[in-house]
């Protein structure tokens, strides 16, 4: 299901950063390869071992957040994961087309507000190489708020600090989970994003109107 926006009717913009701004395919890339990698130098495990014994540890925290805590995983697998990042960072990637559509919704005088699950390391690793920064009004991790935006709990606490107007609002994310919350919140207009990795074909986001990438609601 594909839709374009009234852009007449938005007021303010909440978008994500990893996989709808943000090229996932560094984060594919750092869990699910150096990660084990590394964890398997430490420990004398081959990758299999690795996957067999991680694997269960992340699913059961899928959508939490210490899921998204590089400070729970970094003590928890007894690696520098903040240097891991920090040393891979040339791979940090713009998703195409964002910075174009970034640049258009300031000159349409939209609010534009960054609301992601990275922890506050990552995301102040993520805006200093990108410049991210410069094109939004305000960002918030859900760390700050103590509930990732899968939570029912984050979309009322963000308002408390952030006042938007649930009806001229468009939220842009991909991943369903937490599209989901956001719809179920009463924000009007939700947008799923479809291939947020660049390596990978794009995926369904059944029940939500979709674009593979951000820069199609521009075009």
Known sequence: MQSRIDWQSISTVLLDMDGTLLDLRFD???WTELVPERYGERNGLDRE?????????FE???GTLEW???DFWARHLELDLQGLKHNAA?????LPGVTRFLTRLRSMQKRRVLVTNAHSGILNLKLACTGLASYFDAIYSSHEFGVPKEAPEFWA???????FDKASSLFVDDSLPVLESARNFGIRHVMGITKP????????LDGFDTVE???ELID
């Open 68 to 70: 998204y805590c590089l």
């Open 60 to 62: 059961s925290r899928r």
């Open 90 to 94: 040339d791979e940090i990637r713009f």
């Open 213 to 215: 990438g951000i820069v």
């Open 197 to 204: 990795d660049s390596a990978k074909p794009a995926g369904q």
């Open 49 to 57: 071992e690795v996957l067999e014994r991680l694997s269960p540890e």
């Open 28 to 30: 594919t890339w750092f």
């Open 157 to 163: 606490r963000l308002q408390e600090v952030e006042t």
